[in-house]
Protein backbone atom coordinates (compact mmCIF):
# COMPACT_ATOMS: atom_id res chain seq x y z
CA UNK A 1 0.00 0.00 0.00
CA UNK A 2 2.94 2.81 0.71
CA UNK A 3 4.21 1.82 -2.51
CA UNK A 4 1.19 2.35 -4.25
CA UNK A 5 0.39 5.84 -1.94
CA UNK A 6 4.27 7.03 -3.30
CA UNK A 7 3.12 5.90 -6.95
CA UNK A 8 0.30 7.76 -6.69
CA UNK A 9 1.84 11.27 -5.08
CA UNK A 10 5.09 10.74 -8.10
CA UNK A 11 1.65 10.30 -10.67
CA UNK A 12 0.40 13.75 -9.44
CA UNK A 13 3.48 15.30 -8.83
CA UNK A 14 4.80 14.79 -12.66
CA UNK A 15 0.92 15.56 -13.88
CA UNK A 16 1.28 18.82 -12.24
CA UNK A 17 4.91 19.45 -13.76
CA UNK A 18 3.43 18.84 -17.36
CA UNK A 19 0.48 21.10 -16.46
CA UNK A 20 3.26 23.84 -15.78
CA UNK A 21 5.10 23.04 -18.68
CA UNK A 22 2.69 23.21 -21.23
CA UNK A 23 1.40 26.57 -19.75
CA UNK A 24 5.04 28.12 -19.84
CA UNK A 25 4.63 27.25 -23.64
CA UNK A 26 1.78 29.20 -24.22
CA UNK A 27 -0.77 25.98 -24.27
CA UNK A 28 -3.85 26.82 -22.33
CA UNK A 29 -5.56 23.73 -20.16
CA UNK A 30 -8.86 22.94 -20.78
CA UNK A 31 -8.74 19.69 -18.75
CA UNK A 32 -7.12 17.47 -16.74
CA UNK A 33 -6.98 14.81 -14.39
CA UNK A 34 -6.49 17.13 -11.31
CA UNK A 35 -8.21 19.02 -8.81
CA UNK A 36 -9.28 22.35 -10.19
CA UNK A 37 -9.77 21.47 -13.64
CA UNK A 38 -12.90 19.80 -15.27
CA UNK A 39 -11.81 16.18 -15.91
CA UNK A 40 -10.63 15.14 -19.61
CA UNK A 41 -13.10 13.45 -21.81
CA UNK A 42 -12.44 10.60 -24.22
CA UNK A 43 -10.65 10.77 -27.07
CA UNK A 44 -11.25 8.16 -29.48
CA UNK A 45 -10.60 5.12 -27.30
CA UNK A 46 -8.67 6.80 -24.28
CA UNK A 47 -8.88 9.25 -21.45
CA UNK A 48 -5.81 11.63 -21.53
CA UNK A 49 -4.14 13.31 -18.68
CA UNK A 50 -4.53 16.56 -20.13
CA UNK A 51 -5.95 18.37 -22.74
CA UNK A 52 -5.23 21.53 -23.79
CA UNK A 53 -4.64 24.10 -26.75
CA UNK A 54 -2.28 26.50 -28.41
CA UNK A 55 -3.70 30.66 -28.45
CA UNK A 56 -4.60 30.05 -32.49
CA UNK A 57 -7.15 26.98 -31.48
CA UNK A 58 -4.37 23.83 -31.77
CA UNK A 59 -5.35 21.08 -30.14
CA UNK A 60 -2.84 19.50 -27.60
CA UNK A 61 -2.96 15.95 -25.36
CA UNK A 62 -0.76 14.67 -22.43
CA UNK A 63 -0.53 11.64 -20.82
CA UNK A 64 1.25 10.46 -17.41
CA UNK A 65 3.55 7.20 -17.83
CA UNK A 66 5.61 5.65 -14.65
CA UNK A 67 7.68 3.30 -17.05
CA UNK A 68 7.32 -0.41 -17.21
CA UNK A 69 4.32 -2.08 -18.13
CA UNK A 70 2.25 1.33 -18.28
CA UNK A 71 4.27 2.11 -21.26
CA UNK A 72 5.29 -1.55 -22.94
CA UNK A 73 2.19 -3.52 -22.36
CA UNK A 74 -0.18 -4.17 -25.03
CA UNK A 75 -2.71 -1.67 -23.67
CA UNK A 76 0.31 0.79 -23.27
CA UNK A 77 1.52 0.71 -26.58
CA UNK A 78 -1.76 0.65 -28.51
CA UNK A 79 -2.84 3.40 -26.23
CA UNK A 80 0.27 5.61 -27.39
CA UNK A 81 0.33 4.58 -30.85
CA UNK A 82 -3.75 5.13 -31.43
CA UNK A 83 -3.22 9.16 -29.60
CA UNK A 84 0.18 10.13 -31.49
CA UNK A 85 -1.43 8.83 -34.82
CA UNK A 86 -4.70 8.22 -35.28
CA UNK A 87 -5.71 11.67 -33.75
CA UNK A 88 -6.65 14.56 -35.97
CA UNK A 89 -6.82 17.84 -34.99
CA UNK A 90 -10.35 18.08 -36.59
CA UNK A 91 -11.59 15.15 -34.77
CA UNK A 92 -9.97 15.74 -31.45
CA UNK A 93 -12.55 19.50 -32.02
CA UNK A 94 -15.26 18.15 -32.63
CA UNK A 95 -14.79 15.29 -29.45
CA UNK A 96 -14.35 18.60 -27.37
CA UNK A 97 -17.47 20.05 -28.72
CA UNK A 98 -19.21 17.03 -28.00
CA UNK A 99 -17.45 15.66 -24.94
CA UNK A 100 -17.28 11.99 -26.59
CA UNK A 101 -15.69 10.36 -29.47
CA UNK A 102 -18.44 7.58 -28.96
CA UNK A 103 -19.57 8.15 -32.45
CA UNK A 104 -16.60 9.60 -34.44
CA UNK A 105 -14.12 7.06 -36.08
CA UNK A 106 -10.59 7.55 -35.24
CA UNK A 107 -8.74 7.33 -39.09
CA UNK A 108 -4.49 7.80 -39.59
CA UNK A 109 -3.35 11.50 -39.95
CA UNK A 110 -2.31 11.91 -43.08
CA UNK A 111 0.11 14.48 -42.15
CA UNK A 112 2.03 15.79 -39.47
CA UNK A 113 0.31 19.05 -39.73
CA UNK A 114 -3.04 17.64 -38.78
CA UNK A 115 -1.60 15.85 -35.67
CA UNK A 116 -2.78 16.47 -32.33
CA UNK A 117 0.98 16.97 -30.52
CA UNK A 118 1.12 14.33 -26.99
CA UNK A 119 2.89 15.27 -24.68
CA UNK A 120 4.22 12.20 -22.68
CA UNK A 121 5.65 12.77 -19.28
CA UNK A 122 7.88 9.76 -17.55
CA UNK A 123 10.05 9.47 -15.10
CA UNK A 124 13.65 10.35 -16.23
CA UNK A 125 14.31 6.31 -15.28
CA UNK A 126 11.53 5.65 -18.05
CA UNK A 127 13.58 7.23 -20.61
CA UNK A 128 15.24 4.21 -22.33
CA UNK A 129 11.63 2.16 -21.53
CA UNK A 130 9.63 4.92 -23.65
CA UNK A 131 12.52 5.19 -26.40
CA UNK A 132 12.59 1.59 -26.93
CA UNK A 133 8.85 1.04 -26.91
CA UNK A 134 8.51 4.04 -29.52
CA UNK A 135 11.06 2.52 -32.03
CA UNK A 136 9.51 -0.75 -31.90
CA UNK A 137 6.04 0.59 -32.84
CA UNK A 138 7.71 2.58 -35.17
CA UNK A 139 7.22 6.07 -33.87
CA UNK A 140 10.96 7.11 -32.73
CA UNK A 141 10.44 9.82 -35.72
CA UNK A 142 7.12 10.79 -34.78
CA UNK A 143 7.24 14.52 -35.23
CA UNK A 144 3.95 15.23 -32.53
CA UNK A 145 5.32 13.32 -29.75
CA UNK A 146 6.90 15.36 -27.02
CA UNK A 147 8.23 13.48 -24.28
CA UNK A 148 8.88 15.39 -20.74
CA UNK A 149 10.96 13.69 -18.16
CA UNK A 150 10.53 14.32 -14.19
Known sequence: MVAQDATD???????KS???????????VTHAAMQGYEPPHAVGRYRPDVIGEY???RRVIGIVRMGGEDIDSAAGRQQIKDLATRITQTHIRDTH???????????TVRSQKDSVPLYIAIPAKA???LAD????????DQRNIRVRTY
Open 133 to 140: TLKEIGLE
Open 55 to 57: PDG
Open 127 to 129: RHN
Open 97 to 107: ARHTLRNLKAR
Open 18 to 28: LIHEMAREGII
Open 9 to 15: LKRRSML
